[in-house]
């Protein structure tokens, strides 16, 4: 049989998700000429028509379309194939890569990272920093091993254990009016606050959010990328942060911030270690249990 290749599939598929033949071949990084070119062939070899084409520009046939849906399963499973064979030759190669959330890359990984460097000197690790939604989505997609996150909730398809539980602390400068407020505050009083809070999608600001889910939020005063810019913005006195405990503790002991009890919240959040079933072997296996040294694999859930 003569097969399609896969940028003609590509193409088609993205003529079905953008409605046009013109802005698919921009996307598919194709001149229009061959964009044109190329799904003719494909009429030719299918025996279908699959474009309606016009002065305003083309689109799928209703059998353009169905076979479009036939073609994205097509590139789905070739992009599983490609993720497996990185895979496989990561662990012939001798490489592990791991995602890490912020705080637990700035905190906890250095530590790991160290003891893993020791055990296994022959094995190259890399380590991608980024927020907890985009590690979990390398973890789900298959590009890195295993995944370090904060977030509350693992999506399904995951597996996952517990590494460390960390405490969120709510701190506020020293002429604060929360700062000498005997008993702290309630959730209520921190939801209508303006806070610094770090960015949608990181662990921190997912565990804020439920934790003050049923209270209407104002617009924070500002929302910052890293644990650091949000510290400087906090201990500057743009307004109270609500951080790690890993975070704030110098600053805390130094006495540059003070903590605010949020006394009918439970500010806690467990760190995970993350993967993609079956469970990780090897090195991967090694560097998740150098994280978690009291809890082996064996004990870990995979979320249905």
Known sequence: MDWPDLHALELLVAVGELDSLSAAARRTGTAQPNASRTVA???????????ERSSRG???TPDGRQLANSAERVLARCRQLQQEVERVRGAAAGHVTA???????????PAWLAQFRLTHPEVELRLQVCNSAE???R?????????FVETPQLPPGLGGTTVAVDRLLLVVTADHPWADRPGGIEAAELAA???????????????????LAGHA?????????????VLGAARAGAGPAVLSELVVRAEVESGRLRTVPVHDRQLERRLQAVWRPPLPSGPAADLVAIAVPASPLTTSTAQA
């Open 193 to 211: 606050e303006p806070l610094v809070v770090r960015e949608s999608g990181s662990g921190t600001r997912s565990t804020l959010d439920q934790a």
């Open 41 to 51: 062939r494909l009429e030719r070899r299918w025996g279908v028509r699959l474009l």
């Open 135 to 137: 590690v979990l989505r």
């Open 58 to 60: 083309s689109t799928l």
């Open 139 to 147: 973890t789900t997609a298959g590009e890195v091993d295993v995944g």
């Open 217 to 229: 939020l104002v617009a924070p005063a500002m929302e910052l990328s890293s644990n650091a810019a």
């Open 99 to 109: 995602a890490a959330s912020i705080t637990v890359a700035e905190y906890l990984a």
